[in-house]
């Protein structure tokens, strides 16, 4: 016997949201596939509130930052990064959550869940054309940056415990590490 898993299409997983069909569950689609979301423990949420904070100071109306809100992508993903630094397009996101093309780049915060975001999640963001991903890893306290794309992968990772750094979308904007990795 042969078992086969059902993929979701993205009209098809915006339909059963507004159905309410998942209204009491915290759920993400990535590729195709319904990602049942493990609760936010303190440390993830203190950490991620304090950075999305930091950045709307450092970006002000430059650019939008939304706090655990989907990104719909082209390979029938629809995941909800911890923070997403997105273009400030007003209303049009009444009728769509951004593109890739609308994101400057995404973060996740990561303990529990490393190793998909490092992995498929990672892919997922590189395959789409998002030209940043950073990753705070809460297990080691450092921030792991993969940038410049080359055919639908990063071809660049930094980690970094210390210092600064400057998005590759706002190269004129010095972003303290520890601010974001909480220390």
Do not use: C
Not at 82 to 90: E, F, N, Q, R, T
Not at 114 to 129: N, Q, R, V
Not at 137 to 150: A, E, G, I, M, R
Request: glycine fraction near 4%; charge should be negative.
């Amino acid at each position: 016997m042969t078992v086969t898993t059902y993929k979701w299409t993205i009209e098809r997983y915006h339909r059963a949201v507004e159905a309410g069909i998942f209204d009491d569950q915290s759920i993400e689609l990535l590729r195709g596939d319904l990602i049942v979301m493990p609760p936010e423990r303190e440390p993830h949420a203190y950490y991620n509130t304090e950075a999305a904070d930091y950045l709307r100071i450092l970006l002000g109306e430059r650019a939008k930052i939304r706090d655990a809100k989907p990104i719909t992508l082209p390979n029938d993903s629809e995941p909800a990064p911890d923070i997403a630094i997105v273009k400030p397009l007003g209303e049009i996101y009444l009728k769509h959550h951004p593109y890739a093309e609308d994101i400057f780049f995404v973060i996740e915060f990561s303990k529990s869940t490393l190793s998909k975001d490092l992995g498929e999640k990672k892919d997922i963001y590189a395959e789409a054309g998002i030209a940043e991903y950073w990753v705070v890893n809460l297990k080691f306290l450092q921030l792991q940056v993969f940038k410049d794309l080359k055919n639908g992968q990063y071809t660049t990772e930094l980690i970094l415990t210390t210092g600064t750094i400057a998005p590759v979308a706002f190269p004129d904007v010095t972003v303290q590490v520890q601010r974001i990795i909480g220390f």
